[in-house]
């Protein structure tokens, strides 16, 4: 069975820096891309930042200059490293990897900026 592993959330202040990362285990096929959401409460889940298997990347406008997707050639683990956090950044964060055999989510980790 694929499972999906968030880490690296917490709190952190207006300003600061944080590195999540997403590692997979089980059999994934054919990875087409590897992406990062998130949700807070009320909000509808948004797409932050995605990266294809062939490493282009691609960034919702409020994280471009900011965020930064990235993956760790030889395995299923990839990461969002976020600088310059804002409290509108507070969210639960999803990762997100679309392969042949169908989408694979992770369980979330929470990410809150506040001072």
């Known amino acids: 069975q694929v499972q999906l592993v968030e880490s690296g959330g917490g709190l952190v202040q207006p300003g600061g820096s944080l590195r999540l990362s997403c590692a997979a285990s089980?059999?994934?096929?054919?990875?087409?891309?590897m992406g990062w959401y998130r949700q807070a409460p009320g909000k509808q889940r948004e797409l932050v930042a995605s990266i294809t298997s062939g490493g282009s990347t691609n960034y919702a406008d409020s994280a471009k200059g900011r965020f930064t997707i990235s993956r760790d050639n030889g395995k299923n683990t990839f990461y969002l490293h976020m600088n310059s956090l804002k409290p509108d950044d507070t969210a639960v964060y999803y990762c997100?990897?679309?392969?042949?055999?169908?989408?694979?989510w992770g369980q979330g980790t929470q990410v809150t900026v506040s001072s």
């Open positions: 089980g059999s994934i096929f054919s990875i087409k891309v």
């Open positions: 997100q990897i679309m392969g042949l055999g169908g989408l694979y």
